[in-house]
């Protein structure tokens, strides 16, 4: 049978074979062969687009918190110092993206970006980084860009030294008087500001790539060496490869390489749920790597970070109470919780919901997320989505889950307001201190398929549900509505020029 996927995708499900070299192979990844392509089936099944029924905005979906609220939930977040907090960052991703639009320059054909790069060149912060790096090398960087000499500079960083193959998370990102800072550097100074605990230590987990370990390592010991502190606490893990996924061929099912192998690939930052699942903290910050702004935006940003937190705080505390108050009271607890799964939660019920089902409704992980306003960023967005059970909640929303050719879906994309800029800080553990299995609140339907060229071909890249769209579908949320000035994204290396990192 085909199978049609979101964006037009099909798949040949015709029985798929394992030869005895595919579960040699298999069981050496620690993937049950019997089990791999029934699993891999049913994901593909359970495919399906996303349905929004309008988008969120302020006031129906989105909240808009007044001063004297920001500073209530500000000082509730200094109050609870027992509240053990971290800052979960994935950063594997190298920063090829960024440069991506110097080919241009090598080509001879220069784009806006491209001519901004060359203009502009020696006010990136890593130029003192690179001069130094040319002069090791026997070059003379400041020589050939007066000479123009640009295809052979571009050249020589991609090519001979690598800088555009290094982890996002180690490029320079801001110059300051002490010298040049990554984003790795930045966002544990950013850090530091508030996620202090009790006993004064700072907790920040990043999930890496395990083939460059060794240079956040020494990134690490050159950090905690820099602020004399042994209460910097900085773990990393690793993206589990059982979680990467087989890359689909037309008829062939598999895609497979030039040894007939299955081409594996990483399954998508959505795979990262696992590595979320064993932070022990009870307030977890979420950020993307490259959101890191010059530290003269600080006390803008480390202020709304609070407010979140705070925020989190109080739902946690509340929800929490009322899930007791079910367990002690039973009916008698319902109006209050329902009230609250309503104002709080935007919980929507066709009928009127009993006792179990209200304490289910409660009973999740729970995130606030600071929405900003959308100004043309890439990125997903706050919506209300139709489940297949008739109801409807607030999710998080990234373009490839969602038929753009339905007109009507296409209407409410353009209707949008907000954005998503992972501005995320979360609760996973329950009213009793456990944690949740984060696995059950997936909604697997929301996996996607997207072309990709590897070993010399076109294969179909099955990525799992995003980290904070489909892998937290089924957590209880609140948008908030955070300053753009909290939101400093680098996406291209050009971004580095703009005010927020000079």
Not at 96 to 105: D, E, G, Q, V, W
Not at 244 to 250: E, F, M, Y
Not at 346 to 353: D, K, L, M, V
């Amino acid at each position: 049978m085909n199978l049609v996927l979101p964006g037009g995708f099909i798949v040949h499900l015709k029985p798929m074979q394992l030869s005895a070299e595919d579960i040699k192979k298999l069981e050496q990844r620690e993937l049950d062969p019997s089990r791999f392509v029934q699993n891999l089936q049913r994901i593909l099944h359970s495919i399906s687009a996303t349905k929004i029924e309008k988008p969120c905005i302020l006031g129906d979906g989105i909240e808009s918190l007044s001063p004297i609220e920001c500073n209530y939930f500000t000082d509730l977040f200094l109050k609870n110092k027992s509240v053990h907090k971290s800052l979960f960052i994935p950063a594997s991703g190298a920063a090829t993206r960024m440069f991506k639009h110097l080919s241009a320059i090598q080509a001879f054909d220069t784009d806006t970006l491209a001519e901004e790069f060359i203009i502009r060149f020696k006010e990136f912060p890593f130029y003192e980084n690179l001069l130094k790096l040319f002069k090791e090398n026997g070059k003379d960087l400041e020589g050939m860009v007066g000479n123009d000499q640009w295809s052979e500079i571009l050249s020589f960083i991609s090519e001979e030294i690598k800088f555009t193959n290094l982890p996002k998370a180690l490029i320079p990102f801001h110059q300051t008087a002490n010298g040049q800072r990554t984003a790795f550097e930045e966002q544990v100074r950013e850090g530091l500001t508030y996620v202090e605990n009790a006993d004064g230590s700072f907790d920040f987990h990043f999930t890496i790539s395990p083939d460059i370990a060794d240079l956040f390592n020494k990134a690490k010991t050159s950090l905690i060496e820099f602020y004399g502190s042994s209460a910097i606490n900085i773990e990393f893990s690793y993206q589990d490869p059982k979680t990467d996924t087989p890359a689909l061929k037309g008829e062939h099912n598999f895609a497979r390489d030039k040894n007939n192998e299955i081409i594996f690939r990483p399954a998508g930052h959505g795979a990262l749920i696992n590595n979320l699942q064993h932070i022990n903290s009870d307030l977890i910050f979420i950020k993307n790597i490259d959101n890191i702004a010059h530290e003269k935006w600080i006390d803008q940003i480390t202020f709304y970070k609070k407010v979140l937190g705070g925020l989190l705080i109080d739902l946690k505390n509340k929800t929490h109470q009322l899930l007791f108050d079910l367990e002690s009271e039973g009916k008698l607890a319902l109006p209050n919780a329902i009230e609250f799964l309503y104002k709080q939660y935007g919980y929507r019920s066709i009928e009127e919901p009993t006792v179990g089902q209200v304490y289910t409704a409660l009973n999740k992980p729970i995130r606030v997320c600071g929405m900003v306003r959308n100004e043309g960023e890439p990125g997903g967005g706050p919506f209300w989505v139709l489940h297949h059970n008739g109801q409807i909640s607030k999710q998080i929303v990234e373009k490839n889950q969602i038929d753009v050719a339905d007109p009507l879906q296409s209407t409410h994309i353009s209707a949008s307001t907000h954005f998503n800029p992972v501005d995320i800080v979360c609760c996973i553990k329950d009213h009793n201190g456990k944690k949740y299995d984060l696995e059950k609140f997936i909604d697997h339907s929301t996996s996607f398929i997207s072309d990709k060229f590897q070993d010399g071909q076109i294969v179909k890249a099955l990525e799992l549900p995003g980290l904070w769209n489909g892998s937290m579908s089924g957590w209880n949320s609140v948008f908030i509505e955070v300053p753009s000035q909290t939101f400093h994204p680098v996406k291209t290396v050009n971004d580095l020029l703009r005010p927020g990192h000079k």
